[in-house]
Structures are given as C-alpha cells and as structure tokens.
C-alpha cells in the first residue's frame, strides 16, 4: 500500500533554533501534500497545502514565515519551523495524495513527528 | 462553517461488545466523509470511506459507518470489539472541490476492556 514517512519521528531543539522536518511518499508520486499540527488529545488541524513545484497555500492563522513548506519533488516536502518557540511543541503530521492510486479524495498519513522546544 | 463534531471523548468497551463511535458534520453539501484510525508511532489509517451511493459502507478491520442524510451523522460501528482496536478514532470530511482539504473532528479514544 501507499507508504508515507516521516524524519525525524522526535525532535529536541533548543528556543530559537530552526527544525527541519521531512515528509516522503515511499512508493508514489505526490502531487499534493498537506502538513497538519495535532496539539495532545486534539484534532488535526491544517496547516498548509503544499503543491509540486509551487508556493504552499496556508491556512488562515499559520504563520508562513515561522513554517515553511517547500514541495521540490513528486516525493519531498519538507516542513522547517524557524526560529522554534516552545509554543511550537507540537505532533506535526504530513499527509501525500496520489491521484493515480487513491483517487483524488484519499491522503496517505505519515506516522507524525514530535517536536519539543525547550 | 464546516466542522465535525465527535461528541464522546472516551468510550470504554469490554473485548467482545458491539461499538458505536459518533460523528456528525456541519457541511453546505454532502461531503466526502471518512472515518480514521490513529496508533501510537503509526499514520493515521482509512478505515472507510462514504462518497456516495449506498449509505452504509463496510470497511477495513470489520468496521462499517451510515450515512445519515437527516441527521448529518456518519457513525462507526462494530459488532464485536477485539483488544486490538484501543486506539484514537478520528472522523473528517472532505470538501468535494479541487483543495481536497479535510476536517477532522476531536477524535474519540476507545479503550477496550478485557
């Protein structure tokens, strides 16, 4: 089946630091990604629609500044939280939809990563 | 505004009971509607799926859900519940335009007794 990644699975970072977090879909092609941030005992929340080769669109709320979505491949997108505040703890959680195989209206979860700001 | 409502936060089940997870969503039209299973260090899983057509839909794992026009519900059932199913259950709607943007609601945990 349809396999999406993410790395790291936990991070530590230190106030003020940058965090890089990568999204891969292991056996398809994404067009279209999404990176949600789930608070604990919360729902996903959307933060941003990444598109191949194109600017992510934000949701309304999400700083563009502090996260940045870059999609430079059908299989990469990469979610960097700059200048992390300990607000930014958090279970990130990237999403890929493949046209081809789940049809337009299906995403294929990544297992989340975990941030902690100290 | 769109939203999904998961009116149970926990529900405690003994292995071998039926279940019943509620969900209902505020919505301009007929949404796309899926129900989801997350565990811990693992993505979220579909376990079904309501586009349309037949508005009871069978799923993965033995899980089915109806769709309920009348009552904007779209609830999880399970006839009987195995130790394996303790997890966090989500429920989202799917808008039915080119974003394919979803909504989740709170989720529910479901814990199962021996």
């Known amino acids: 089946g349809a396999v999406v990644s993410q790395h790291p699975s936990r991070v530590i970072c230190k106030s003020g630091t940058s965090v890089k977090i990568e999204c891969r879909s292991l056996?398809?092609?994404?067009?279209?990604m999404f990176w949600y941030r789930q608070f604990p005992k919360q729902s996903l929340m959307l933060m941003a629609t990444?598109?191949?080769?194109?600017?992510?669109?934000?949701e309304q709320g999400v700083e563009k500044d502090k996260f940045l979505i870059n999609h430079a491949s059908l299989t990469l997108s990469t979610l960097t939280v700059t200048s992390a505040h300990p607000e930014d703890s958090s279970f990130y959680i990237c999403?890929?939809?493949?046209?081809?195989?789940?049809?337009?209206?299906?995403?294929?979860f990544g297992p989340g990563t975990r941030l902690l700001v100290l | 505004a769109q939203s999904v409502t998961q009116p149970d936060i926990h529900i405690t089940v003994s292995e071998g009971a039926s279940l019943e997870l509620r969900c209902n969503y505020s919505?301009?039209?007929?949404?796309?509607l899926f129900w989801y299973v997350q565990s811990p260090g693992q993505g979220l899983q579909l376990l079904l799926k309501?586009?349309?057509?037949?508005?009871l839909v069978q799923g993965i794992k033995g899980f089915e859900a109806e769709f309920k026009r009348s009552q904007s519900s779209f609830n999880l059932r399970k006839p009987s519940v195995h130790w394996s199913d303790a997890a966090e259950y989500f429920c989202?709607?799917?808008?039915?335009?080119?974003?394919?943007?979803?909504?989740f609601g709170s989720g529910t945990r479901l814990l199962v007794r021996p």
């Open positions: 999403s890929a939809r493949d046209f081809a195989r789940g049809g337009p209206e299906t995403q294929y």
């Open positions: 056996d398809f092609q994404a067009t279209t």
């Open positions: 990444s598109n191949e080769g194109s600017k992510a669109t934000y």
């Open positions: 919505y301009g039209a007929t949404p796309y």
């Open positions: 309501y586009f349309s057509g037949d508005t």
């Open positions: 989202a709607v799917g808008a039915r335009d080119s974003s394919y943007k979803l909504i």
